[in-house]
T-cell receptor, first 113, second 117 residues
């Protein structure tokens, strides 16, 4: 499974856009990029998934360049409730028969009032 | 999306004893996964549980220490056996997501915070 590298921590003020970049130089052709959010004392929560270009949902946007060796999670206008750890995962999608999710260290986002 | 109920939410146990953690899903799922998250650390997969067959354990985890049951498509248990303080962690179960979480996402339980004294 492709190894991921992301910043250990980030700080942001409320109302700002936050971009968290993840490097995955060894991503395979059948790998997808998935981001999870984890609050203290809770399990991770799926945020967004993509394969290439841009994906947007009601929570975030995911930007993936053509070479797919990195990806950027964009959180628009963050609030205090977005303070959490964000994990970038790279691996084949569930239907490919490989179910292992390899979690990196994640990025601890702290939103400041 | 699937809803997972995990019990207990936390427990404090004496070393040498065992604790069984339950994971109940509100829909039938093929695979259930058990993770460990040590204090301040990321998640590590312990094993994958498929209904009707033996669980598949990841490197560093063995069945004698972490026996798993999967009696039906909505339920699984993980037992932490002969506990030591090093087993103090959060244990989470997970299933493939569906519906609003997208086809490829996974749903996690809220976890069981275990402290071994």
């Amino acid at each position: 499974l492709a190894k991921t590298t992301q910043p250990i921590s980030m700080d942001s003020y409320e109302g700002q856009e936050v971009n968290i970049t993840c490097s995955h130089n060894n991503i395979a052709t059948n790998d997808y990029i998935t981001w999870y959010q984890q609050f203290p004392s809770q399990g991770p929560r799926f945020i967004i998934q993509g394969y290439k270009t841009k994906v947007t949902n009601e929570v975030a946007s995911l930007f993936i360049p053509a070479d797919r060796k990195s990806s950027t999670l964009s959180l628009p206008r963050v609030s205090l409730s977005d303070t959490a750890v964000y994990y970038c995962l790279v691996g084949p999608w569930a239907g490919a028969g490989s179910y292992q999710l390899t979690f990196g260290k994640g990025t601890k986002l702290s939103v400041i009032p | 999306s699937a809803v997972i109920s995990q019990k207990p939410s936390r427990d404090i146990c004496q070393r040498g004893t065992s604790l069984t953690i339950q994971c109940q899903v509100d829909s039938q799922v093929t695979m259930m996964f058990w993770y460990r998250q040590q204090p301040g650390q990321s998640l590590t997969l312990i094993a994958t549980a498929n209904q009707g067959s033996e669980a598949t354990y990841e490197s560093g985890f063995v069945i004698d220490k972490f026996p798993i049951s999967r009696p039906n498509l909505t339920f699984s248990t993980l037992t932490v056996s002969n506990m030591s303080p090093e087993d103090s962690s959060i244990y989470l179960c997970s299933v493939e997501g569906a519906g609003g979480e997208g086809r490829y996402g996974y749903t996690f339980g809220s976890g069981t915070r275990l402290t071994v004294v």
